[in-house]
């Protein structure tokens, strides 16, 4: 069982910037991927960004404002968001693939851009 804990979530204005964080558990060594989805009310939920060891993917949407890393030390994935808009608000979820194949959820965290 992965636990993820997410943070970093809040009120922004457009064009500002946020940095979620997400902390697992368990060494992420052992988990293949890590990303962050969001979903607005009525949507499915869509991918934002992914990383594995050795790459990174994001969604259209986001490319070239938001950065995903990870800090192997710290267990930790972060998502640095500038040029916030307001179609960028939603709940963010953390998400991460174990090596053997389960997946597993943070609990969300509300990101709202508005002036």
């Known amino acids: 069982q992965v636990q993820l804990v997410e943070s970093g979530g809040g009120l922004v204005q457009p064009g500002g910037s946020l940095r979620l964080s997400c902390a697992a558990s368990t060494s992420i060594f052992s988990i293949t991927t890590m990303g962050w989805y969001r979903q607005v009310p009525g949507k499915r939920r869509e991918l934002v960004a992914a990383i594995t060891t050795s790459t990174t993917n994001y969604a259209d949407s986001v490319k070239g404002r938001f950065t995903i890393s990870r800090d192997n030390a710290k267990n930790t994935v972060y998502l640095q968001m500038n040029s916030l808009k307001p179609e960028d608000t939603a709940v963010y979820y953390c998400?991460?693939?174990?090596?053997?194949?389960?997946?597993?959820w943070g609990q969300g965290t509300q990101v709202t851009v508005s002036s």
């Open positions: 998400h991460a693939r174990h090596v053997y194949g389960s997946d597993f």
